[in-house]
């Protein structure tokens, strides 16, 4: 029995199927006819729309671009991994069906970037996050209820006030937590985007890359911090290239040993839970070997928390790395600088 073609068939004549419903026609378990689903979706002959009981499938085109466009969930913060929450966002929905690829890494990037901020500095219980794709725009909005982040700079920096943090803020590698951040995240994401808002306590800090300027405005108190970033997909905008824009070639801004053929692990290597993720458990071995073949590019956060934060709190074991192309080698020499 083909089971491919017979999942073909069945959602060319019912535009839309469950795993569900193949494994009662034909009898096999439903680990088994799974993995002809992935591979069709491997193959990009299907589409996976929603999670747990709510799965399914579709062709792709016209229906997979304009499923499921908007989605908004609170998150407990406990536990929560930035990566683990974009995931989701891409399996639920179509938003990123289709996508060009610079927007996909840059959203990568920023959505995670500014989810870890709240994760980790706002100390709010829980985590509002949304996006929506209008049309030839991509929004995303996290929102905490915690500290604020003006109010937190303040704190720790011993500043006067909101204007002063911002000030404080806009330098480029700030941080309230030194010792596991570089304090990059909010600066190059306020560079990829078109329009990057960050709201917290009084203020708006507005970062309009379209108008080329940043304005700082008065706004109704807030508890916490709401972060709205925006992008074209039509924008030419490019993760790498912004990099090296902003940090130029300084770099500033019982066996023994084991490989990680990151390639083989069939993800982006944009964030520092992924990192954490990677090398959980690898700490037995004196050396760990990173292999970076076939990977295109890897995130500041990735980079950062796997040769600086990860290796200093395991200094009993050495991470080397082979097979890193231009742009995956730059990150992980400005880390290393």
């Known amino acids: 029995m083909d089971i491919g073609a017979l999942i073909l068939k069945n959602l060319a004549k019912h ?3 469950k795993v569900a419903q193949i494994t009662k026609a034909t009898g096999f378990s439903r680990t088994y006819i799974n993995r002809f689903f992935q591979e069709l979706k491997n193959e990009g002959k299907i589409v996976l729309i ?4 709510k799965a399914r499938y579709i062709m792709p085109g016209k229906k997979a671009k304009t499923a499921a466009l908007e989605i908004s969930r609170i998150l407990r913060n406990k536990n929560l991994s930035e990566d683990l929450v974009l995931d989701e966002i891409k399996q639920d929905t179509g938003i990123f069906l289709p996508l060009p690829a610079n927007i ?32 030839s725009l991509i929004r995303f909005e996290v929102r905490d209820k915690g500290v604020g982040i003006f109010n ?20 480029g590698k700030q941080t309230t ?23 917290s306590s009084t203020k708006k800090l507005i970062f309009d890359n379209i108008l080329k300027d940043i ?6 108190i807030l508890k916490g911090t709401k972060v709205n970033f925006e992008i074209s997909t039509k924008s ?18 019982s066996k023994t040993e084991v490989n990680a053929n990151l390639y083989k692990m069939d993800t982006d290597f944009i964030s520092r839970s992924q990192a954490r993720r ?22 500041q956060g990735f980079a950062d928390e796997v040769f600086r934060v990860w290796q200093r709190h395991h200094q009993g074991t050495k991470i080397k790395y082979k097979n890193a192309n231009e742009n995956v080698e730059f990150m992980i020499k400005r880390t290393l600088a």
């Open 278 to 299: 990677i090398l959980s458990g690898l700490d037995k071995f004196r050396t760990i070997t990173l292999d970076f073949q076939g990977v295109e590019t890897v995130g």
């Open 104 to 135: 996909s890494k840059i959203i990568d990037y920023a959505f995670t970037e500014m989810l870890n901020n709240a994760i980790t500095h706002s100390r709010s219980k829980t985590v509002k996050v949304s996006m929506k794709k209008e049309d």
């Open 152 to 171: 937190n700079i303040i704190k720790k920096r011993r500043l006067k006030n909101e204007l002063e943090a911002i000030q404080d803020l806009l330098k």
């Open 50 to 53: 929603g999670r747990a009981n």
């Open 177 to 199: 937590a030194p010792k596991e951040h570089t304090g990059e995240g909010i600066f190059f994401t306020s560079k990829l985007a078109d329009k990057l808002v960050i709201q």
């Open 15 to 17: 535009k839309e199927i």
């Open 236 to 253: 030419k905008t490019d993760l790498g290239t912004v990099f090296k824009k902003f940090t130029g070639n300084a770099f500033a801004f």
């Open 215 to 220: 304005f700082i405005k008065g706004a109704k």
